[in-house]
């Protein structure tokens, strides 16, 4: 790994999609950028999709070449595994950061990704990034397009035994890894944070957590990714290929009692996505997608709805009133049906999918130490100036980019993204202009 310098020109928060993005199109003009990514690896979310709505396009095929493009960029420093505590402001152009690199316990210049400790280590937890649905081992390379490839140990859940020591042909694991604070300053910040999902256990009504068949859609995205934990889809409880699946829309979206009253805005197309790709990995299977309103607000959006119906989809407009389980595991769904006079209804699932929203970090605003970062009502990311530029925070100097706004789609991520790195180059030359650099 380079070493970091002390200054750079733009300090980019998030290894998403949008920061990546940003980081690109940033270095691009010739402007030194560090981006800070808090898990091992950057991608963000969009790098564990199976494939992007309308287009049906491979996700991961998008996702990797950008953040290989970031890894060998001369204009950028990547930190991952590391996290922003704390930002001051000194002055126009110049921000004083604090950053926690976490230890890794793997040497990172030494690592060649070959996983042989991976393959040594005798302890297996649930997988994050494969949502619990499958296991790992402690020391583990998150996963296969990982940047960098390298691995890491989890040493929470490390029981020291050395065997991961004794594997690794390249002698890079050090248990004496310590975490290391950094203090750089930066003319100028992005912030790409994303956004977290609504936890589906906060609406127990719909069981996930309680029945094994009940499952958010962040993992049925997983099961059909090519880097998918099985080699089919198949329901939890007894690895059956279920051939009739519900997915219930608006979980903790458009929803005051959870104190969520806004559309995430991709539920409804990312649940339409998987039921088109399911119709072709389970082509004997029924789709019912139990909904509010179909949102189909995006470039061919409509046609890709009126082409998943034409599929054979069904769309049934009304909320499930209840959910029970079956003593062989399926899934009971009782629920209003609207379009047939709002008469109550049930029916019985293999498997039911909960389209889990979208919400804000919340946090971001605390590692801003003498200048506030102003949130929305609704917890994003207030943006200041909607017209004329609109990723402008209340902070001269720090732009926002992505889903930190608030919920969009990957398209939309990406155009906004773009626009905040054009507003930050536009501010570092400016703040040239005005101390007379060059």
């Known amino acids: 790994m380079a070493e970091l310098k002390k200054e750079y020109d733009v300090l980019v928060i998030g290894g998403g999609i949008a920061g990546v993005e940003a980081a690109l199109t940033i270095a691009d003009a010739g402007y030194n950028v560090l981006l800070v990514e808090k898990e091992p690896s950057i991608?963000?979310?969009?790098?564990?999709?199976?494939?992007?709505f309308p287009t049906l396009d491979c996700s991961s095929c998008i996702a990797t070449p950008k953040m290989a493009a970031v890894a060998h960029h001369p204009n950028i420093d990547m930190l991952t595994y590391s996290e922003v505590e704390e930002i001051v402001k000194i002055s126009?152009?110049?921000?004083?950061?604090?950053?926690?690199?976490?230890?890794?316990?793997?040497?990172?210049?030494?690592?060649?990704?070959?996983?042989?400790?991976?393959?040594?280590?005798?302890?297996?937890?649930?997988d994050e990034f494969q949502f619990g649905m499958r296991g790992r081992k402690a020391a583990y390379i998150p996963?296969?397009?990982?940047?960098?490839k390298k691995a890491v140990i989890d040493i929470d859940n490390c029981i020291f035994c050395g065997s991961c020591e004794r594997a690794c042909p390249a002698d890079a694991i050090n248990f004496l890894d310590e975490p290391e604070t950094l203090q750089i300053n930066v003319g100028a910040?992005?912030?790409?944070?994303?956004?977290?999902?609504?936890?589906?256990?906060?609406?127990?009504?719909?069981?996930?957590?309680?029945?094994?068949?009940?499952?958010?859609?962040?993992?049925?995205?997983?099961?059909?990714?090519?880097?998918?934990?099985?080699?089919?889809?198949?329901?939890?409880?007894?690895?059956?290929?279920?051939?009739?699946?519900?997915y219930i829309l608006c979980v903790g979206s458009r929803d005051e009692t959870v104190g969520n009253p806004l559309c995430s805005q991709v539920c409804c197309m990312y649940s339409i996505k998987q039921a088109q790709l399911l119709m072709g990995a389970l082509p004997l299977a029924e789709i019912y997608i139990f909904y509010i309103d179909i949102r189909a607000f995006g470039k061919g959006y409509e046609e890709f709805y009126k082409q998943s119906?034409?599929?054979?989809?069904?769309?049934?407009?009304?909320?499930?009133?209840?959910?029970?389980?079956?003593?062989?595991?399926?899934?009971?769904?009782?629920?209003?049906?609207?379009?047939?006079?709002?008469?109550?209804?049930?029916?019985?699932?293999?498997?039911?999918?909960?389209s889990v929203g979208?919400?804000?970090?919340?946090?971001?605003?605390?590692?801003?130490?003498?200048?506030?970062?102003?949130?929305?009502?609704?917890?994003?990311?207030?943006?200041?100036?909607?017209?004329?530029?609109?990723?402008?925070?209340?902070?001269?100097?720090?732009f926002v980019a992505g889903c930190a706004s608030g919920p969009k789609d990957i398209p939309d991520s990406i155009i906004e993204a773009e626009g905040a790195a054009a507003n930050c180059i536009a501010y570092l030359e400016k703040y040239k202009k005005k101390s007379g650099g060059q």
């Open 358 to 398: 979208l919400l804000p970090h919340r946090e971001i605003p605390k590692i801003f130490k003498n200048v506030k970062l102003e949130l929305n009502e609704y917890g994003w990311i207030k943006k200041i100036d909607e017209c004329k530029q609109s990723s402008s925070t209340s902070i001269p100097g720090v």
């Open 189 to 246: 910040i992005v912030l790409a944070v994303g956004f977290n999902l609504f936890d589906a256990r906060l609406k127990p009504m719909f069981g996930f957590g309680t029945y094994k068949n009940v499952i958010t859609a962040m993992q049925m995205d997983r099961l059909l990714a090519p880097t998918r934990p099985f080699n089919s889809v198949m329901r939890p409880s007894d690895g059956k290929e279920p051939m009739k699946i519900a």
């Open 309 to 354: 119906m034409d599929m054979g989809v069904y769309f049934i407009k009304g909320r499930p009133k209840a959910i029970s389980e079956n003593e062989n595991g399926d899934i009971l769904v009782k629920y209003e049906d609207i379009e047939d006079g709002g008469k109550i209804k049930e029916d019985v699932f293999d498997l039911v999918v909960l």
């Open 43 to 52: 991608g963000g979310k969009m790098a564990l999709l199976s494939k992007v």
């Open 92 to 126: 126009e152009g110049n921000f004083e950061v604090k950053i926690l690199k976490k230890p890794r316990y793997v040497d990172l210049d030494k690592c060649t990704g070959c996983s042989q400790c991976e393959m040594a280590c005798p302890v297996i937890i649930p």
């Open 143 to 148: 996963f296969d397009i990982a940047i960098p």
